[in-house]
């Protein structure tokens, strides 16, 4: 009875690690920079492709391609912010319309992003197998590949948060999801500032996708939207705006996940969508939102 | 006979008392002023009124019936009209749809935009002063006439309640003066007012009574004679 | 309100597009080429007139049409063996209000955002829903659909469109569609001159559904196969919204004008760059959205104004999104 509990609590937390990474990139998007990236996902995929790529083409492993892919996706999320969000920024009249516009232009990100995807790759499923040895752990066996996700999520996490609490550039995000035109009177280099916010999304996606690969899903140019629903929920659940709610919302969506799957497979996504229907009748604001 | 009742109204904000324990009531026919200096709860107290917030605890009651957790749609048929501190009208409209909104779906509830429908809507604005620019879009009328449309609006529902939130703000001397004339027609209508002002001449001279807020708290009630000589309120107004 | 002449430039015109609707078989063979595509564009037309509807007046981005499309499909395709046509078509329209109707009371109470997030993931819902649904209780996923002759399907889509663009006009001149633009400017002050918001929002949601539903219950006629991955597709989601936009919401022909320049720009593109087409939709988009946020409509009127001042003659508020 125990050892099942256990089995549970670990599996969940192994799925839950990377829906915390990627929402935690998500929540960074919208909680700042204000933009609702629905092309999130997207960058997922994105990173898992890159992943299978380096590792099949140029036997790269996977945890070596982190540090390859984690500037670049950084960088095209910098530079993706600069052409097209910001001008989006300065032409809208107010906040809301920038969130509709910004909102339209994600949705027709992910169309350019999962089409290019579908040109390079192609449509049909791939994957690949990497430190697929089994571990015991407590009395459960799991896939080692997923402990390494775990850790590793676990890993870039708290570098994040201690790069949030502790540098300048950390001080000037958090100033910034207050109030971005507070920070900018108060000297910060508000698009500075917010397209770093934007990168760090795509790359935390990018690596989280990277992560996911490993674990021998099925990798496809379409899969990109599931993840990015995950990421909206996960945010909700944990309170906009909130990265340690992101965090924690990750973990308990994961365990749902997991639990679900475990009874009846395919059914997870419903269930997620039942906490967000839940979640948004009852408390929009998330657990620890305001 | 109390058109509108108050007890113990709390609401706060995060840990901010919005309003604290008010209490007042409303005789119909009335025009009742409410002061205080900014962020005393005044537009709270409207708020909790027309339902457009939901109160902590405390009682409103509306010609005897209590009306705390109404939805404003249902607060508005039952009688109850609000202008707002920055003026909402429908700005891409009309001036006569926006006139016509109220009467369809206020106390009167017309079904069909019909022509008495449109001579009502006539009536009113001729009332308020704008019968000469029942076609113009909202967004491209000076502000008193914005004020009024708002005003013309509410009328439209045909309340027995009207609440105005600072109608005077932002308005010239004479403006003003017009303001006056038109808030005591409205009462001649048979509307009971209540007033959210800063505008203190007018307060002084159309009032029957003030309510006197601060810090979300009534500090003192009475005639516009009393509430002038009250030394918390001269205490309160020079502090600030 | 307004005079009813500039608002329909001319009802001649409209009955001069039925008749040429109605009569194009007389000048193409009944199964070309020529009425497939007409089909189709009218397809497009419908989803971008029924996503303006709603969408337009109140400001909400709906990301769900794929769902509403998907669910008639879903309806005609299990139900059109046993009941006649022009019922299961009706059914799938209903589905669709009544799925929109419910998601609407929930979620349309929140900000816009919410609304939006809820209504990108409901197609994904109804996908896995479906799809779960097929592998567990029916067996196989995807099912054979009984296909109708194209001129058959043609002429069902002309009358969608026609009760489209009849449900449209009817709430532009009513009461309910005075309400819905008064929602569009300002909720709060609707809701206190007695507009029964949140219900205003959640019919025209439906009403906006069921005529997606309507759709998607008569081009299923036009496959022989379907499954939740081809009857849900994203596309379906992305194409109105690239319309609409494009075209613009204010009035009734922006929309219109926008699906069909797509429809048309997608049946050339397929054939020339088949894979790239989807990528260059995108791209189009993403350059709409920035440089023509007001669609062509925007341009169109723009320069029919020049010069001239005066209210705008406008059904839905074009310039609110």
Redesign the interface.
């Known amino acids: 009875m125990i050892v099942r509990f256990l089995d549970i609590a670990i599996g969940g937390l192994l799925t839950g690690g990377i829906y915390a990474l990627i929402a935690v990139g998500f929540g960074l998007q919208y909680g700042v920079a204000r933009v ?1 990236n ?1 092309a999130h996902g997207e960058f997922i995929m994105l990173g898992a492709f890159c992943a299978w790529t380096f590792f099949t083409k140029a036997g790269i492993t996977p945890l070596v391609s982190m540090v390859i892919c984690a500037p670049f996706f950084f960088a095209v999320g910098f530079v993706i912010y600069r052409i ?1 969000y910001k ?2 920024r300065t ?1 809208s009249e107010s906040a ?2 920038f ?3 910004s ?3 994600s ?10 995807a ?2 390079i790759w192609g449509a049909p499923v791939k994957g690949y197998t990497y430190l697929a040895f089994p571990i015991n752990v407590l009395g459960a066996v799991f896939s080692a590949n997923r402990i390494v996700t775990l850790i590793a999520s676990v890993i870039l996490g708290s570098a994040f948060y201690v790069f949030l609490m502790g540098t300048r550039t950390g001080k000037a995000i958090r100033a910034a999801a207050q109030d971005a035109d507070a920070a900018e009177l108060m000297g910060v280099r508000i698009n500075r500032v917010l397209a770093l916010c934007f990168g760090f999304g795509t790359m935390m996606a990018a690596l989280g996708g990277l992560l996911l690969s490993m674990t021998s899903i099925m990798l496809s140019p379409v899969m990109g ?2 993840y ?2 995950i990421a ?2 996960v945010v ?1 659940l944990g309170g906009l705006g909130n990265i340690k709610g992101s965090f924690i919302g990750g973990f308990i969506l994961g365990l749902v996940g997991y639990v679900v799957s475990s009874v009846q497979p ?2 997870s ?2 269930a997620y ?1 039942v906490i ?2 839940f979640l ?2 009852v408390r ?1 604001t998330g657990l620890l939102g305001k | 006979m109390n058109i509108l009742e108050v007890e113990g109204l709390n609401k706060h904000f995060g840990g901010l008392a919005a309003t604290s324990a008010v209490d007042f009531h409303v005789e119909a026919g009335e025009i009742v002023g409410l002061i205080g200096p900014n962020g005393a709860g005044k537009t709270t107290v409207f708020n909790l009124v ?1 339902g ?1 917030i939901l109160p902590d605890s405390g009682v409103v009651r509306f010609k005897g019936t209590s009306i705390a957790g109404l ?3 249902q607060i ?2 039952m009688g109850i ?2 202008t ?1 501190q920055s003026v ?7 001036v006569s ?1 926006n006139v ?3 009467h ?4 009167a ?5 019909s022509d008495p429908a449109r001579g009502e809507t006539e009536e009113i604005l001729d009332f308020v002063g704008l019968a000469g620019l029942k ?3 909202a967004m ?1 009328l000076i502000l008193a006439n914005q004020k009024r449309l708002e005003v013309a ?2 009328l439209a ?1 045909h309340p027995d309640l009207l609440l105005l939130d600072e109608l005077m703000a932002g308005l010239t001397p004479t403006e003003v003066a017009k303001a006056m004339e038109l808030v005591k027609s409205i009462r001649e209508r048979g509307v009971t007012i209540v007033m959210i002002e800063h505008v203190m001449k007018a307060i002084m001279s159309i009032c029957d009574r003030i309510i006197v807020l601060h810090h979300g708290e009534k500090i003192a009630e009475g005639t516009p004679q009393e509430v002038v000589q009250n030394r918390t309120v001269i205490e309160v107004y020079l502090g600030e | ?2 005079s009813t002449g500039k608002r329909y430039r001319s009802p001649i015109l409209l009955i001069a597009l039925l008749v040429l609707l109605v009569g194009l078989p007389a000048y193409v063979s009944s199964s070309s080429y020529t009425v497939i595509l007409v089909t189709n564009i009218l397809m497009y037309v419908v989803m971008a007139l029924s996503w303006a509807i709603f969408s337009g007046p109140t ?1 909400y ?1 709906s ?1 769900a049409p794929a769902a509403f499309f998907g669910v008639g499909v879903y309806a005609s395709a299990i139900l059109s063996e046993s009941l006649p046509l022009p019922l299961v078509i009706l059914i799938g329209g209903l589905a669709s209000f009544v799925l929109a109707y419910l998601v609407g009371s ?2 349309l109470r ?1 900000r ?3 609304f ?3 209504t ?2 409901l197609v ?2 109804v996908r ?2 479906v ?2 649904w097929e ?2 209780i029916t067996g196989t996923v995807g099912r054979l659909v009984v296909s109708e002759e194209p001129i058959t399907v043609f002429y069902g889509m002309v009358v969608i469109f026609f009760a489209v663009l009849l449900g449209s006009y009817l709430i532009t ?3 309910f569609g ?2 819905l ?2 929602i569009g ?2 909720e ?10 949140n219900r205003v929002k959640a019919v025209t949601f439906g009403v906006s559904a069921f005529f997606m539903g309507l759709t998607g219950a008569t081009m299923c006629m036009r496959w022989s196969y379907i499954d939740p991955t081809t009857a849900f597709s ?1 596309q379906y989601s ?1 194409m109105p ?2 319309m609409a ?1 494009f075209g613009g919401m204010g009035h009734l022909y922006a929309p219109v004008l926008g699906a069909t320049i797509f429809s048309l720009l997608e049946e050339l593109l397929t054939t020339k760059f088949p ?2 087409y ?2 260059i ?6 350059i709409v ?2 440089f023509m ?1 007001y669609g062509l409509e925007g341009v169109i009127e723009k320069w029919r104004k020049r010069g001239k001042g005066g ?2 003659d ?1 059904a839905y ?1 074009a ?3």
């Open positions: 609702l629905i097209l001008p989006l032409s809301a319309v969130e509709g516009n909102m339209l232009a949705f027709g990100l992910l169309f350019v992003v999962q089409n290019i579908l040109l939207m599931q990015t629903l909206i929920i909700v395919g059914l996504m419903v969508y967000f229907l948004l009748l929009p | 027309s457009a939805k404003p749609h508005a048929r009209a609000r707002f909402k009208i429908f700005s891409k409209m009309s749809e016509l909104l109220g369809l779906f206020g106390r509830k017309g079904s069909v935009i076609e113009a879009r491209d609006r509410a529902t | 309100m307004k400001g981005i990301l929930a979620t929140l816009g955002m919410y939006t997030m809820f990108f993931g994904e819902l896995n829903l799809h779960w592998v567990n001149r009513s009461r005075l309400a633009r008064s400017e300002s709060e002050a609707a809701a206190h001159t007695g507009v029964n918001v994203i992305f919204v690239l936009i894979y790239y989807m990528l939709f995108g791209l189009t988009m993403l959205i920035v946020p209210p705008e406008v508020d310039e609110k999104r």
